[in-house]
Each structure stands twice: as C-alpha cells, then as structure tokens.
C-alpha cells in the first residue's frame, strides 16, 4: 500500500488499484483547502482517512499555509488532534453541537402538504 501524490490530490494504491483519495484546493500560497476524502466501501474508512490526512498536513505544514476544512471526517479528525489545528485558518465550521452544519432533508414539500 503506497500513498501518490499529485497536485490537489493524494492516493492510497494497492496493487493499482485506488482504495482512497483526498482532494485538496491550494487557493494561494497561503491558503489550502481540504475538500473530500474518499474511501472505498470494502475498506478501513478510519485507517486509510488518517494516513492520508496525516499526509496532507505534513504537505500543508511544509508549505506553511493554513487549512480550511470541508470534509466532515477530516473536521472530525481535527477536532480529535489538537495539536494538528495550528494549521486551521480562522471560522471553521464546527463539527459538533448546536452550531455544527446539519443534513438538508431529502423530503421536499409541496404547496399541497
């Protein structure tokens, strides 16, 4: 299992075959933002999210930019690791608690409801 790295995005490869991806946006040269993680459905969610997120903060620590997350698993990440949220840019979203974003319901109502 190795880790590839292309502009905007990291990969876990085995055997060529992709079992996770994080997608990234460098808005600046300041600023990154962490967008989506990915993970196929037949393997580890937790496992292979915290390599590659462990990955992209060594890249965002390296380049010295700060990070806004969109993903909820990596908000959930760094909400479990503080000492990884030196890099967080200012009005994060919180994850947790009244304020946090919730699920829009699928339901859509009609005038006649």
């Known amino acids: 299992m190795t880790i590839t ?22 808005l600046s040269d300041t600023s990154w933002v962490l967008e989506q993680i990915f993970v196929r459905p037949s393997q580890s ?5 915290d390599q590659l997120i462990k990955r992209f903060t060594e890249l965002a620590t390296a ?10 698993y990596a908000k959930r990440y760094f909400s479990q690791h503080p ?17 946090a ?6 339901h859509l ?3 006649e409801e």
């Open 109 to 111: 109502h009609t005038e």
């Open 63 to 72: 380049a010295q930019v700060t990070v806004k997350l969109l993903d909820p």
């Open 101 to 106: 974003v919730k699920p829009v319901a699928l």
């Open 45 to 49: 969610a937790t496992t292979l999210a």
């Open 5 to 26: 790295e292309q502009p905007g995005q990291l990969q876990v490869v085995q055997d060529e075959q992709l079992l996770a991806r994080l997608h990234y946006l460098r």
């Open 83 to 99: 000492a990884d949220q030196a890099l967080l840019a200012d009005h994060q979203l919180p994850v947790t608690g009244d304020a």
